[in-house]
């Protein structure tokens, strides 16, 4: 099997791209889109899986590169598994996630006003690997954890501050990024896709 050598980083997001490059071993040439100047493709798809490699695949055939994409999320149980797929969707300018998580608050609220010890969650990544000849592979993770009760921690991004992970009494937003990149749902997923890298 042959390894990656170079890839472009399917992602517009910033905090995506550098744990995306975080992960990948240090000699791997790595791109990101912004350099091509693409805008992301429309995500129709109605799972992470299909999401991811719509990016994946719409982004190797833009810069003729292998690309690594990933689509993830927030499932909260008490919500029905929302914001799930649409989890970006949720802040109404792109990146917003403080809007973001103030939706979750407000939605958990008018379900039940004293649900601190019904808030279980998960965080789920699926990454997919497309190459510019069609070949394509793909890995999905899930971490599972709880709601916390507010927003604590400035670290990491999207919902990072309001996800505690099981096993664990700080959020990720307050974890140092070492150990947060060390347990989470994206480290997982990478770990079954690092064979095309190491």
């Given at each position: 099997?042959?390894?990656?050598?170079?890839?472009?980083?399917?992602?517009?997001?910033?905090?995506?791209?550098?744990?995306?490059?975080?992960?990948?071993?240090?000699?791997?040439?790595?791109?990101?889109?912004?350099?091509?100047?693409?805008?992301?493709?429309?995500?129709?798809?109605?799972?992470?899986?299909?999401?991811?490699?719509?990016?994946?695949?719409?982004?190797?055939?833009?810069?003729?590169?292998?690309?690594?994409?990933?689509?993830?999320?927030?499932?909260?149980?008490l919500?029905?598994?929302?914001?799930?797929?649409?989890?970006?969707?949720?802040?109404?300018?792109?990146g917003?996630?403080?809007?973001?998580?103030?939706?979750?608050?407000?939605?958990?609220?008018?379900?039940?006003?004293?649900?601190?010890?019904?808030?279980?969650?998960?965080?789920?990544?699926?990454?997919?690997?497309?190459?510019?000849?069609?070949?394509?592979?793909?890995?999905?993770?899930?971490?599972?954890?709880?709601?916390?009760?507010?927003?604590?921690?400035?670290?990491?991004f999207?919902?990072?501050?309001?996800?505690?992970?099981?096993?664990?009494?700080?959020?990720?937003?307050?974890?140092?990024?070492?150990?947060?990149?060390?347990?989470?749902?994206?480290?997982k997923?990478?770990?079954?896709?690092?064979?095309?890298?190491?």
């Amino acid at each position: 099997m042959k390894k990656i050598k170079e890839i472009v980083i399917g992602t517009n997001n910033y905090g995506k791209y550098r744990e995306i490059c975080g992960l990948l071993p240090k000699k791997i040439k790595k791109f990101s889109i912004k350099k091509f100047k693409i805008l992301g493709p429309k995500e129709t798809g109605g799972s992470f899986e299909e999401n991811s490699m719509i990016k994946a695949s719409y982004f190797s055939k833009k810069t003729n590169l292998v690309c690594l994409a990933d689509d993830s999320g927030l499932e909260i149980d008490l919500l029905n598994g929302a914001p799930g797929i649409y989890s970006a969707r949720w802040a109404s300018n792109k990146g917003n996630f403080d809007e973001a998580i103030e939706k979750v608050f407000k939605k958990m609220n008018k379900i039940k006003k004293d649900w601190k010890n019904e808030s279980t969650a998960r965080f789920i990544c699926c990454l997919s690997i497309y190459w510019p000849n069609g070949k394509s592979y793909f890995s999905k993770a899930i971490v599972k954890g709880k709601i916390s009760t507010q927003k604590k921690g400035n670290n990491g991004f999207g919902y990072d501050p309001i996800f505690i992970p099981c096993g664990y009494k700080k959020t990720f937003g307050e974890m140092k990024p070492k150990l947060k990149m060390s347990i989470d749902h994206r480290y997982k997923a990478f770990l079954k896709i690092k064979k095309f890298f190491i």
